[in-house]
C-alpha cells in the first residue's frame, strides 16, 4: 500500500510540473497547490489524528518530543524523526498522524472558510505568540525556505531586500496573516468533537506536564521516566548538538542546518520564548503587540504584555531555549 502511495504520489507531481509549463503562472501556482491538497487529502483519510499549527510554532520540537516518546515505549529504532505513518508502519500500536500547517488540504476539499475538514478528527491544535512566529517566519523565508515555495505562498520574491518589521507586518505572511489563522480556528473550535490546544509557551515552562497531555490525548500509555527522558532528549542544548551532527539525517532535511557558518539557519536557532522584542524598537513592539491584542480572539492568551507579564516571559526565558 505505501509503494503504491508513492508511486501514484510521483507520477502525479511529475504530470503536473509537465502541464504547468505551459499554463500562466497563477493557474500553474492553482494546479500546485490542489496536488499538494491532494496529497494531504489521502494522509488525511487515512487517520483519526491531526497535529495542526501555524508554520513556525514549534511542531519540530513537539514531533521529536513524541518521537522519542514513542521509540522509548515501543523500542522503536533511534534517529529518525516521526512522519504521517512511519513509526505505525513499525508498530501499529503508535497511530499514523496528520501533521498539517493547513496550508494546502483545503484548495484539495474547497473548505477554506471553515475547519469542516477536522469536525470529526482527534486534532491536536499547537499555537504560539504571532509575533515570535513572524519573527520566526522572517528567518525561515531568508535563510532555509526554497524559492519555489515562496512563491507558493505568497512570501516576498527571494533575495528581496525587506526588513525585518515590513515583513513581520506584512499582510500576505506576517501578523495580520497569522492573527487571521488563528481566528479561523477559534471561531469553529466549538464545532471541533475532539480538541486539545497546546500553547508553545506553555510546553516550555512545562514540558513534562504539556507532553503528557498530548500522548494521553493520542491514546498511548503514559509513562512518567518515557515523558522525562524525551524531555531531556528534546531540549535546546541537545537538540542544536544533534543538528550539527546530522543526527536526524535519515528523516532528511527538516533537522538540519542550511548554512553551518551562520546560526541563523540552523532549525534549531534560538533560546529564548518572547524574543520578538529583541530586534524591534519599543515604538515598533508597541505597535506589534497593540495588532495582537486587539484583534486576536482571547481564547489564545495572548493579549497584550506589559510590566510584569514581560519580565515573566523573560524569566521563562532564561530557564530554557525554544525551538522555531
Known amino acids: 500500500m505505501h509503494i503504491v502511495f508513492m508511486i501514484r504520489k510521483r507520477l502525479i507531481r ?37 497535529v495542526a499549527s501555524h508554520g513556525k510554532s514549534g511542531r519540530t520540537w513537539l514531533r521529536i518530543l513524541l518521537s522519542r516518546y514513542y521509540q522509548l515505549t515501543y523500542a522503536l529504532p533511534e534517529r529518525i524523526i516521526m512522519g ?16 498539517t500547517h493547513d496550508n494546502y488540504l483545503k484548495n484539495y476539499t474547497g473548505n477554506r472558510d471553515s475547519k469542516r475538514d477536522y469536525y470529526d478528527k482527534k486534532v491536536v ?33 527571494h533575495g528581496s531586500e525587506i526588513s525585518m518589521y515590513d515583513f513581520v507586518m506584512d499582510p500576505n505572511v506576517g501578523l495580520p496573516r497569522i492573527v487571521e489563522v488563528l481566528n479561523l480556528w477559534a471561531s469553529e473550535r466549538p464545532k471541533l468533537k475532539n480538541l486539545l490546544m497546546v500553547r508553545y509557551e506553555d510546553m516550555r515552562e ?12 493520542l491514546g498511548a500509555p503514559v509513562t512518567q521516566e518515557h515523558l522525562e527522558d524525551a524531555v531531556e532528549f528534546a531540549s535546546v542544548e541537545n537538540l542544536r548538538k544533534l543538528e550539527r551532527q546530522d543526527y536526524f539525517w535519515r528523516s532528511g532535511s527538516r533537522l538540519t542546518p542550511k548554512d553551518r557558518s551562520n546560526p541563523d539557519s540552523y532549525k534549531v536557532r534560538r533560546a529564548k520564548v ?47 531555549g525554544s525551538m522555531r
Do not use: C
Open 14 to 50: 511529475y504530470s503536473v510540473k509537465a502541464i504547468s509549463v505551459f499554463l500562466p503562472q497563477e493557474k500553474a501556482l492553482a494546479l500546485e497547490r490542489w496536488r499538494r491538497g491532494r496529497e494531504e487529502f489521502l494522509k488525511y483519510k487515512r487517520t483519526d489524528y491531526v
Open 206 to 217: 512545562n514540558p513534562v506536564e504539556q507532553l503528557e497531555r498530548v500522548v494521553d490525548f
Open 125 to 157: 491544535l499547537l499555537v504560539r505568540r504571532p509575533q515570535d512566529v513572524a519573527v520566526s517566519q522572517f528567518f525561515q523565508w531568508k535563510h532555509r525556505m526554497r524559492p519555489d515555495k515562496m512563491v507558493m505562498n505568497r512570501y516576498p520574491p
Open 274 to 320: 518572547g524574543g520578538y522584542r529583541d530586534y524591534f524598537d519599543d515604538q515598533q513592539v508597541a505597535q506589534m503587540d497593540e495588532l495582537v491584542s486587539s484583534t486576536l480572539s482571547p481564547i489564545f492568551d495572548y493579549g497584550k504584555e506589559t510590566g510584569d507579564s514581560a519580565a515573566e516571559a523573560e524569566g521563562q526565558a532564561a530557564s530554557g
Open 84 to 99: 504521517f505513518d512511519n513509526f505505525h508502519r513499525m508498530n501499529s500500536a503508535v497511530p499514523a498522524i496528520f501533521w
